[in-house]
């Protein structure tokens, strides 16, 4: 069947927005046309594949293909659609993804879709050339505060990791952006025979979902857009937001150690409980202290630690103890084995919520929105975090990477706008370090959507149905099932959460006994944590 391509011209969007192009393409696959069949991971879900242009706009040219897998919904009198959904990345690979939410109620009554998008997993894969480095003389590159000296090989590398991406992607690399991934979406509800889709995005994931309703707002119906990016921002104005989040949850937990000195010995303010994680730091640049080999594998340590209030407590009791040694105490085997398992787990932890994904991919579509070609305000700004917040990679975040030397040839974003679709739901958790809560407040003002937040939290992802020790928020999947189930919103349009994982009870100075709650292993909890993080990617 031959493709027409039919463009509808340049059409105004909603109120503050961009002015886009549209092209859609007529003639697309129909349901009869998917071949579905056991998906080859050997989970009990379907897969297909899908064509699509690599280039929306020579429909007839060379094609590519989407991966999609779908699991039925279990009442087949009640279902009423599809349920899209996507990981975040960008570049994360969803086939697996819907396998998270089967046994909530929505999995009842959608047939719940992942989807490898262009570019990555099962779907026709990009791929970046690895840059050749072994000409420059590395120093601190790759550690949690590099030196001034190698400022300019660390610009260096992201300037060949951009020109291997260039040189991998060819002519590809250009048509792997977001609003063709969003067409891309459109062609799979055609291809399923739909009418309408209803959708659930994680972290970038709801920038696309975002896009595709603006894009094609006659076509969405329900929509949940979970730890959500800013709108109005640049991917490098939202890692601001994020470092902010980094920085606000360690002094939220100096606080809450620092109401608690009598049971941690780290100081009875704030001021002083950092400063002892600052000693320690210290100390961890010079030599290898408690189990923490290096400044690097302590900085990332706090960093994670203090994200999750889960860790708050365990954390805290390492630190005395650590602190103690530092001050001259017996070192203690048990504290350094805990230390160690923490910073490992830490680092892989940090590595898979940043991770998990196509490297082409983020490397590729973060590259939409516009970056600083400006290389000194990177160094300025790495020399701020450095001096004044180097935990939890707040230094690396700003450095230079490929996107500082990307050279824009593909469409431009469309700016999102109020909804032209039903008002749907944005959720946000307060102490997010991948997407501030502060970006899904915009998002949910910009769409006209509701928004629910949860409080004193650090989650990524809040709807869901947990793994222990992570708990489900069963506020956030009352209100999230009645508005996808039964297209319930919220009665308000903010609506409050407190966290299912709060700290310990672990009582304040003068309100208990010291040692009178059991505190778990930092190393041990860490650990779980990760295991809880790595089966959504």
Not at 244 to 254: I, M
Not at 315 to 339: C, H, I, R, W, Y
Not at 360 to 388: K, P
Not at 463 to 484: F, R, S
């Amino acid at each position: 069947m031959s493709r027409k391509k039919v463009i509808a011209g340049v059409t105004a969007v909603a109120s503050g927005a961009a002015l886009i192009t549209v092209i859609s393409v007529a003639g697309t696959a129909n349901a009869a046309t998917l071949a579905w069949q056991p998906c080859d991971n050997g989970l009990p879900m379907e897969c297909a594949s899908v064509s699509v242009p690599m280039d929306y706009s020579a429909p007839d040219g060379e094609q590519i293909s989407i991966a999609i897998s779908r699991v039925k919904a279990t009442d087949p009198a009640r279902r009423r659609g599809v349920l899209f959904t996507n990981p975040g990345g960008p570049g994360g690979e969803g086939l697996i993804f819907p396998l998270n939410y089967v046994d909530l109620p929505i999995g009842a009554v959608y047939d719940i879709i992942g989807i490898d998008v262009r570019g990555l997993g099962a779907a026709t894969k990009l791929t970046c050339t690895e840059p050749n480095t072994d000409d420059l003389q590395q120093g601190t590159v790759g550690t949690s505060r590099p030196a001034d000296a190698d400022f300019a090989t660390i610009a260096e590398i992201a300037r060949r990791t951009e020109a291997g991406c260039v040189t991998g992607g060819g002519a590809f690399r250009k048509h792997v952006n977001t609003p063709n991934t969003a067409r891309d979406l459109d062609r799979i509800r055609e291809a399923l025979g739909e009418e309408k889709i209803n959708y659930l995005g994680v972290s970038y994931g709801t920038w696309l979902g975002a896009v595709y309703g603006q894009m094609f707002p006659e076509r969405l119906d329900r929509s949940v857009l979970d730890s959500s990016l800013d709108p109005t921002k640049t991917w490098q104005d939202q890692n601001d937001d994020t470092m902010a989040s980094t920085k606000g949850n360690f002094d939220a937990w100096a606080k809450w150690t620092a109401a608690r000195d009598s049971t941690f010995h780290l100081g009875d303010t704030a001021w002083e409980v950092r400063d002892a994680i600052d000693t320690i730091a210290a100390v961890a640049a010079q030599r290898p202290v408690a189990g923490f080999e290096n400044q690097t594998a302590f900085d990332a340590g706090v960093g994670e630690s203090t994200r999750y209030r889960l860790s708050w407590a365990p954390f805290a009791k390492n630190m005395g103890a650590t602190l103690a040694e530092v001050n001259g105490k017996q070192p203690d085997p048990a504290l350094a084995a805990s230390n160690k398992r923490a910073a490992d787990a830490a680092r892989q932890l940090a590595a898979a919520e940043d991770g998990g994904v196509s490297a082409a991919v983020y490397q590729t579509v973060t590259c939409d929105w516009d970056w600083s070609t400006d290389l000194d305000s990177y160094y300025r700004d790495m020399r701020w975090w450095r001096t004044f917040f180097p935990y939890g990679g707040t230094v690396n975040t700003v450095q230079p990477n490929n996107c500082a030397f990307h050279q824009r040839d593909g469409e431009e974003l469309p700016r999102v706008g109020r909804a032209e679709y039903a008002p749907g739901l944005v959720l946000g958790a307060e102490g997010d370090t991948q997407t501030a809560l502060a970006n899904s407040t915009v998002m949910a003002r910009t769409l006209g959507s509701s928004l629910i937040r949860v409080h004193n939290d650090g989650t990524h992802g809040v709807y869901g149905p947990g793994d222990a020790p992570i708990k489900p928020n069963t506020c956030v999947n009352d209100k999230v099932n009645a508005y996808l189930v039964d297209g319930v919103l919220p009665a308000h349009r903010t609506t409050d959460c407190e966290t299912a994982n709060p700290p310990a009870a672990v009582p304040a100075d003068g309100h208990g006994l010291p040692g009178s709650v059991l505190i778990p292993d930092l190393g041990e909890l860490i650990e779980q944590i990760l295991a809880t993080v790595l089966p959504r990617r």
